[in-house]
């Protein structure tokens, strides 16, 4: 489905990396198609994204919707309706063939815009309870595309499911290649532990307390590998020194691809990227979700995946050094169980997500082109 020079695909994310970073991989698929790609954003999105691969960049206002004061509440609103006003001068300008959002209130004003205009519009959800941005969008779209089956979706419209399809989160390529490189049934333990992109305390606290309750000859089997936040790096490194541990500890590894790729098992929040990268190397893991994130969806990721025994599900509250030596303690001692939660965790990947979706809006406009 390549097009020509000619043809303009708007995108609007922002707000997150959790956002930005799919929609980056759509971008990129839809530029090495010849399409003209236009980021329509908010103004942390445009700090977060600077090498998006967009031909245009904009910024939008947007508003949250969110906090107790009515003075913010009104204001946010205000925001949403001024987003829109401009979005609409913005489309009419750029006349894009179709707008795919990416959740977040920065999709708001452009695919209501773009609603107004008659374009097409594709909207895409990362997580396994659906996003209130996307809850009010999704009535208003042309397709909406899930990482999950619906049934294993939260917060999904009635509606919404006659015209959804399962596209899986878009990662990059390395990590889809991992799912090549088979885990091996062996007495030694490769553990990563992650905490989102600034690291966990509760990791920091809990982890190392779980390795000290561990025999020395349990050990001598195990190779970590942890992220800390930088007030715990210290800390970690010293616990882990003083065991005599084979560990190594930073506060941001720019390599997790060849980590995971290495991992027996992986300790981390589950965020819809990180879960999504999980199944696309096809890797055993404990989940432990973020408990103050919005409508707790890190915790319906987690259960996307262990509810199909594909990951183990810690709540915070549950995760202590005791629950963690103890689920420890039986890979040690059978690491196959980790093996075949990992198999399960891989037949959950929807491989080539970015291409999916790149080619569902495409779709969009040549029916309606057609039609």
Same mark, same amino acid.
């Given at each position: 489905?390549t097009?020509t020079?000619t043809t303009?695909?708007a995108?609007?994310a922002?707000?997150?990396?959790?956002h930005l970073?799919p929609?980056?991989?759509?971008a990129? #698929?839809l530029s090495?198609?010849g399409?003209?790609?236009?980021?329509?954003?908010?103004?942390?999105?445009k700090q977060i994204?600077?090498? &998006?691969?967009?031909?245009?960049?904009h910024v939008l206002p =947007? *508003?949250a919707l969110a906090?107790v004061?009515l003075?913010k509440r009104f204001?946010s609103?205000?925001e +949403?309706v001024?987003?829109?006003f401009?979005?609409?001068?913005l489309l009419k =300008?750029?006349a894009?063939?179709? #707008?795919? *959002?990416?959740g977040?209130?920065?999709?708001?004003?452009?695919?209501? @815009?773009?609603?107004s205009?008659?374009i097409?519009s594709?909207l895409? %959800?990362q997580n396994?309870f659906?996003?209130k941005?996307?809850?009010l969008?999704?009535? &208003?779209c042309n397709k909406?595309?899930?990482p999950?089956?619906?049934?294993f979706?939260?917060g999904?419209?009635?509606?919404?499911?006659?015209k959804? &399809?399962? =596209?899986?989160?878009?990662?990059?390529? $390395?990590f889809q290649n991992?799912?090549s490189q088979?885990?091996?049934d062996?007495?030694?333990?490769?553990l990563?532990?992650?905490?989102?992109?600034l690291g966990a305390?509760v990791?920091?606290? /809990?982890?190392?307390?779980?390795i /000290?309750? +561990?025999?020395a000859?349990?050990?001598?089997?195990l190779?970590i590998h942890?992220?800390?936040r930088g %007030?715990?790096?210290?800390?970690?490194?010293d616990?882990?020194e003083k065991l005599?541990?084979?560990?190594?500890v930073?506060e941001f590894?720019?390599n997790?691809d060849e980590?995971?790729?290495?991992?027996d098992?992986?300790?981390?929040?589950? *965020?819809?990227?990180t879960v999504a /990268? !999980?199944?696309a190397?096809?890797?055993? =893991? !404990?989940?432990v979700?973020?408990?103050f $994130?919005?409508?707790?969806?890190?915790t319906?990721n987690? @259960?996307?995946?262990?509810?199909?025994?594909? $990951?183990?599900l810690?709540p915070?509250?549950?995760?202590? @050094?005791?629950?963690?030596a103890g689920?420890?303690?039986t890979? +040690? %001692?059978?690491?196959?169980?980790l093996?075949d939660m990992a198999?399960r965790?891989s037949?959950l990947a929807?491989p080539g997500a @970015? +291409?999916l979706?790149a080619? $569902?809006? !495409? %779709?969009? &406009?040549e029916e309606?082109s #057609?039609?």
């Amino acid at each position: 489905m390549t097009q020509t020079n000619t043809t303009t695909i708007a995108i609007a994310a922002g707000g997150t990396g959790g956002h930005l970073f799919p929609a980056q991989a759509v971008a990129e #698929v839809l530029s090495d198609k010849g399409i003209k790609v236009v980021l329509l954003t908010d103004q942390r999105g445009k700090q977060i994204a600077p090498n &998006f691969p967009a031909d245009e960049i904009h910024v939008l206002p =947007s *508003g949250a919707l969110a906090g107790v004061s009515l003075v913010k509440r009104f204001s946010s609103v205000v925001e +949403l309706v001024t987003g829109t006003f401009k979005a609409r001068g913005l489309l009419k =300008s750029i006349a894009p063939s179709a #707008v795919i *959002g990416f959740g977040g209130y920065p999709s708001v004003p452009p695919l209501m @815009a773009a609603k107004s205009l008659g374009i097409p519009s594709l909207l895409h %959800e990362q997580n396994a309870f659906v996003g209130k941005a996307n809850r009010l969008l999704a009535k &208003f779209c042309n397709k909406l595309a899930l990482p999950f089956e619906p049934k294993f979706m939260k917060g999904l419209p009635d509606q919404a499911c006659q015209k959804s &399809f399962v =596209s899986g989160n878009p990662v990059r390529q $390395a990590f889809q290649n991992i799912r090549s490189q088979q885990m091996q049934d062996s007495n030694n333990l490769t553990l990563l532990v992650l905490g989102g992109s600034l690291g966990a305390k509760v990791m920091s606290q /809990e982890v190392p307390k779980a390795i /000290e309750l +561990l025999s020395a000859s349990q050990q001598r089997q195990l190779t970590i590998h942890q992220q800390a936040r930088g %007030e715990d790096l210290q800390k970690v490194i010293d616990a882990y020194e003083k065991l005599s541990l084979n560990a190594d500890v930073k506060e941001f590894f720019n390599n997790v691809d060849e980590l995971i790729a290495k991992a027996d098992l992986v300790i981390t929040r589950a *965020g819809a990227s990180t879960v999504a /990268e !999980i199944t696309a190397a096809g890797r055993a =893991s !404990i989940l432990v979700p973020y408990p103050f $994130a919005a409508d707790d969806h890190q915790t319906q990721n987690a @259960a996307a995946l262990a509810d199909n025994d594909a $990951a183990i599900l810690a709540p915070q509250s549950q995760f202590t @050094a005791t629950y963690i030596a103890g689920q420890l303690t039986t890979y +040690l %001692e059978n690491n196959q169980t980790l093996v075949d939660m990992a198999q399960r965790a891989s037949k959950l990947a929807v491989p080539g997500a @970015a +291409l999916l979706i790149a080619d $569902a809006a !495409i %779709e969009l &406009f040549e029916e309606k082109s #057609v039609s």
